[in-house]
């Protein structure tokens, strides 16, 4: 997990740099799918041809929730707020994905709620807190912790008011982002007790993702242009996001899920916000705030 943080903040800054130059989200999650398909299709054929468990309806319907909750919806609507708002903010606001998970959990008794130990009071303040937190950081920007860049300039009132606009849009969609890919953990631990083929699966949910993503974008994207990679930026950021994001990062989830559970699983992502801040200080140039206001943040 430790490593899949890494790799998940390198993704969110090349992503960010891609969308930044006018890649199209919907054109970068049908190919991040495809490729992870690729990627993942003849290691799933070669190790699991002979213990491969026969498709069923159930498991059919199974994949193609795991397909939309976890590699398609949570996706695009993280990609709509990464381009709304920055690398560190978009994060930072899924680190309510595991009190999503945790509080989605007790209904379906994969967490016990012991008011009366420790450990079940230090969940709950856990989550108290960490809600609080990605509150604060959606409200308030406070002082800056590193030097602006010398290209920013001061915005109008009309930007002001765009960027406001915009600021609320990622946070929103960054929110029910969240809240799907809680859902998705919790149908992937499910989903591996009914079909135990670890890379057979997940290859069968990226093939339904690119099928679902590619028929919004018949339809949203209909021109052909935006469909050809023609920067170095671009195919870099489609193959990472595709074979380590998707392929191997997924994989490495799934396998945690199976051994651990959702809860401990999704307990790593505040990780991924330490490690993409560093980055993008450095690669993007961005300021980091103590906190993030939607009404001043220029």
Request: charged letters at 10%.
């Amino acid at each position: 997990m430790l490593a899949v943080c890494a790799v998940f903040a390198v993704l969110n800054t090349l992503t960010k740099m891609a969308f930044n130059k006018g890649m199209h989200i919907t054109v970068l999650i049908t190919l991040r799918q495809l490729t992870a398909f690729l990627f993942l299709a003849p290691i799933a054929y070669y190790r699991e041809r002979k213990t491969r468990p026969k498709m069923t309806l159930e498991i059919s319907v199974y994949l193609f929730f795991s397909a939309v909750l976890g590699a398609s919806l949570t996706q695009w609507l993280f990609f709509v707020g990464l381009r709304y708002t920055t690398a560190t903010f978009a994060c930072a606001f899924v680190n309510m994905t595991p009190m999503f998970t945790f509080l989605v959990a007790l209904p379906f008794g994969m967490e016990k709620l012991e008011l009366k130990t420790g450990a079940g009071i230090a969940k709950v303040i856990g989550t108290t807190v960490g809600f609080t937190g990605a509150v604060i950081l959606a409200l308030y920007q406070g002082p800056s912790l590193t030097r602006p860049s010398s290209s920013s300039s001061p915005a109008s009132g009309a930007n002001i008011g765009a960027h406001r606009r915009s600021w609320v849009i990622g946070s929103v969609a960054l929110l029910a982002g969240s809240a799907c890919w809680s859902f998705w953990f919790i149908l992937q631990s499910r989903l591996g007790k009914k079909y135990p083929a670890l890379y057979s699966g997940n290859a069968l949910m990226f093939l339904l993702s690119f099928l679902q993503m590619a028929a919004v974008g018949l339809v949203t994207e209909r021109d052909l242009s935006l469909w050809i990679l023609r920067t170095k930026l671009q195919i870099i950021t489609v193959l990472f996001v595709g074979i380590m994001g998707s392929g191997v990062g997924f994989l490495a989830m799934s396998w945690c899920i199976e051994q651990r559970g959702p809860v401990f699983t999704t307990a790593f992502t505040p990780l991924i916000q330490l490690i993409a801040g560093a980055i993008n200080v450095i690669a993007l140039h961005e300021q980091l705030h103590v906190g993030r206001c939607m009404m001043n943040n220029v």
